[in-house]
């Protein structure tokens, strides 16, 4: 052999060398990883594989949600039933604490199983015989139903492989309806699907626990000592501003109102003017979630917190307090009207009466809702001046309520976009949208002199552990000044004690103030729908002390067709309000405003 043959078969066996112990090396440490660094995984693997590990659910509960008062509005409870396979139904190989292997007779089985459910043992070996003898082939015979988590564990306990136990989770509304569009509804095993149920399932979603123990590899028995327990975590609880008391009343109270009124729908908000809190948000018709498929996909939701409209008159308040603000007028500044009138810019408006000019006061204005008065006392500043108004009052704009996706943010257009028409039409409340929440917001920073405090359902979230989680709201905000807030107020009690339906609306000892609105209602395609309004009326109580804003609308009440219609349930509404929270009667006198320039 030459140098050169032999000098190539040194450099092929140095090369076999290097493989075999880069193979050698990897074999070394696959063989740490497996034994070592993974050991507790793949022991766990091959068990479950084997059969080796036996365990059971821990189901955690679903949170409860409360109303303001902590009573109950949802809330969860677990019950098991237990099932006995016949076909399995025969001696236990067990284990013993020394790891010494005994026999358990099914008799013995069954006398331990009887002791925990309720009944004697040869009671529980009958319910086995008597299935086979009825179908030799049977698997599952139901023994008892509705045990409590106290007995489910003491049969996990007993370790019977002839025992079938199933957590059944129940989901249950105490109050039926009341405060039903809100809280929502849950499906088959507590999943949320609709209402604060789902909004806030974070807070109120639990998570099941297990126990795991080791199986002998030849009998199949659980191993002495061997059993592990990871608990089950329960969900929190929602707390709620709302008031079930109140709510029901006034839920009660609507379906009267809607039925005689003949309306489509009906609903009703309550918020507290020093808090933002809203006590009741009713809707009707409306849902029982208990039965949830029994009523109208349309009826299950919260269309008090959902449903957007033009405002109309309501907002003509917003225009008074904007240029009150301003310092561009006072309650008492003239304003000459006509029934209807064409503006220099080709726009024309017309009055809900036809009347001669009058030397309206601004208060005057408001309190016969004359559109061609606001659209003057709306010129008294600019385009953008209202604009950034509207949007400082919460118009088009989510209310901190945030119902999720559902809740509609209204409709803004910038001043851009205004026209000769929509340039007045803004000032008396149409040419954008809102929802209920934010007319009541805005009427609650008017009540509160000034300063807008979130609206809001949601309190807070009580964790399993103790700890409790406050709503994330925004901070308070003045709005309008405190003078301007209250000579809007003031002018808002002038409606109340001066306008067509003062005998309808007055509550006696107490001074109120309102503002209706009667909004046209659009067919889809931008064009208004002929002789059908979406009505409200809102006020404040009592006026020298302002506590509660209420908002009543009905959506095109048939019987009367205007405002006037929602007369009846406002002063129920607020009334009972009143009484509820037994808000002292007013002290001071009612001073009226002059409705027109002498």
Known sequence: MNATTGHGVRRRTTVAAVIIMIVLVAFVVRLFDIQVVRADDHMADAQSVGNFVGGATLPGVRGSIVDD????LASTTVRYNAAIDPSLAHNVNRLDDEGESYVETWGRIAERIGEVVGMEGVDVEKVAEDAIANNPDAEYISLKKGLSTEQYRELLEIDAPMLILEPQKSRSYPNGAVGANLVGFTGADDEPLAGYELLENACLESTDGKITYQRSADAGVRIPGTTTETPAQDGGTLNLTIDTDLSWYLLQMLKEEVETQNAQAGSIMVADVKT????????????????????????RGA???????????????????????????????????????????????????????????????LIDSS?????????????????????????????????????????????SEWDNQTHYATTFGQAFTVTMQQVVSAYQTLANGGVREPVHIVDSCENADGTTTKADLPASERVIS????????????????????????????????????????????????????????????????????????????????????????????????????RVPPSEEPFEPLPKFKE
């Not at 006590?279 to 109208?296: C, I, M, S």
């Not at 917003?318 to 009207?337: F, S």
């Not at 659209?375 to 704009?397: A, C, H, M, N, W």
Request: glycine share 10%.
């Open 303 to 365: 269309k008090a917190l959902t449903r957007s409209f033009e405002p109309g008159s309501t907002f003509k308040a917003i225009t008074a307090a904007t240029v009150l603000d301003q310092g561009a007028a006072t309650p008492l500044t003239e304003i000459r009207a006509s029934g209807y009138e064409q503006f220099p810019n080709g726009a024309a408006v017309g009055d809900s009466f036809m009347h001669p000019e009058y030397r309206y006061t601004v208060t005057g204005a």
């Open 69 to 72: 008062k902590g009573q109950v």
């Open 276 to 299: 933002g809190e809203i006590k009741a948000a009713v809707d009707y018709p409306t849902l029982d979630p208990n039965t949830p498929g029994e009523t109208d996909a349309d009826n």
């Open 482 to 581: 405190e003078e301007a807030a209250n000579e809007t107020v003031e002018i808002l009690e002038n409606v109340a004690a001066q306008g067509s339906l003062a005998d309808q609306i007055s509550i006696p000892g107490y001074r109120v103030g309102i503002k209706t609105g009667t909004a046209q209602k659009t067919d889809g395609n931008g064009n208004y729908k002929s002789g059908v309004y979406f009505t409200s009326m809102i006020g404040i109580a009592p006026i020298d002390d302002p506590q509660y804003v209420v908002m009543v609308s009905l959506d095109e009440p048939r019987r009367i067709t205007s405002s006037s219609a929602n007369a009846s349930a406002f002063k129920k509404a607020m009334t009972q309000v009143l009484k509820n929270y």
């Open 371 to 415: 559109n061609v008065a606001l659209s003057k006392i709306g010129e008294l500043v600019p385009d953008q001046t209202r604009y950034d108004y509207l949007e400082k009052f919460g118009v088009g704009q989510k209310s901190p309520i945030d119902f999720g996706s559902a809740e509609p943010s209204g409709v803004l257009h910038p001043v």
